[in-house]
């Protein structure tokens, strides 16, 4: 799995017109994690504080309460992080660089999640 994704995450950079900035930038700070099940990927998520976290899952809801630390959650293949940037977010004071780990709790509120359905 982390070889297909590998692959086509390459695919993509070769076709994208700023694949060589976006490469630098994964090659820096990207990592590609394979984990034995979603319990131990909420614990990866809740240790790194993402600022972004997209839930690509048949039921994302049912994984939010499990989400402690994350700076704004995108539910399902039609709630892409960018929607939160110029459609539904709540504000663009965003933790960044792992932040959200004493960020969220500080504020005391809860994760902001956005959800989209693909129908019309």
Not at 37 to 49: G, K, M, P, R, T
Not at 74 to 96: N, Q
């Amino acid at each position: 799995m982390i070889d297909a994704t590998e692959t086509e995450v390459d695919r993509m950079l070769t076709n994208h017109e700023r694949g060589e900035v976006a490469k630098t930038a994964l090659d820096r700070q990207g990592k590609v994690v394979l984990v034995d099940s979603l319990e131990e990927a909420v614990d990866l998520v809740n240790h790194i504080a993402p600022e972004h976290l997209c839930l690509l899952l048949d039921d994302p809801g049912s994984w939010v309460d499990k989400i402690k630390h994350a700076g704004g959650l995108f539910l399902g293949e039609y709630s892409p992080e960018v929607m939160g940037d110029y459609i539904a977010g709540p504000s663009h004071v965003m933790p960044t660089g792992g932040t959200a780990g004493f960020w969220i709790r500080s504020q005391r509120a809860p994760l902001p999640a956005d959800y989209a359905s693909g129908r019309p």
